[in-house]
């Protein structure tokens, strides 16, 4: 019987000990881990619309009534609006799919961006390929952009990544609920 106890005793002070260090290690790398994250943040909304210097935050009431909306950024060069980053995360196959979409100030998507998500390796993931998101490069932010399996695609139109149609779908989801906020509360 005290076997019993000393041993529940060691196995106790051994988890104890453990969950100490896991917690200290959370502590140490929650303020790396968030820099990275603004970083990030910061690196996508720079690639979407390259022809902003300084990014603005705009108000979240401004886009509550939007599904899929994580924020929105104007962004600005010399004190004027040249366009504005909106990141949705739209459901693919794998999960959320975070979208960062750069649009100008006349109305231009001037890039996509793919940021966390879980999609199949070899397949969704080639979402983040630039041979997929040029593509929505300087098409109008105007109307629904549709995905195609087949054919030449045409101005309102993009190509599937094959056999991730899923992911393509929920990537131009993200990006149609982007051209969507900036007509009705942004133009």
């Not at 720079?46 to 104007?74: C, G, H, R, T, W």
Request: aromatic share 6%; glycine share 10%.
């Amino acid at each position: 019987m005290r076997d019993v106890i000393k041993l529940g005793l060691i196995l106790l002070l051994i988890t104890a000990v453990a969950a100490a260090v896991l917690a200290w290690t959370n502590d140490i790398t929650k303020e790396p881990i968030a820099n990275q994250v603004l970083q990030a943040n910061i690196t996508a909304r720079q690639s979407v619309l390259p022809d902003a210097s300084e990014f603005e935050e705009m108000p979240k009431d401004q886009f509550a009534n939007y599904d899929n909306i994580l924020e929105v950024y104007k962004g600005l060069r010399d004190g004027q609006v040249v366009g504005y980053t909106i990141k949705t995360d739209p459901s693919g196959y794998g999960g959320p799919v975070e979208v960062m979409i750069g649009i100008s100030a006349d109305g231009l998507i001037q890039g996509v961006s793919i940021g966390n998500h879980s999609e199949t390796p070899g397949l969704g993931a080639k979402a983040s390929d630039d041979a997929f998101k040029s593509q929505y490069n300087s098409k109008k932010a105007e109307g629904q952009i549709d995905v195609i399996k087949a054919g030449t695609p045409k101005e309102n139109e993009i190509m599937a990544i094959s056999g991730a149609t899923i992911t393509s779908r929920a990537v131009t989801s993200g990006v149609n609920t982007a051209i969507q906020l900036y007509n009705e509360a942004l133009k």
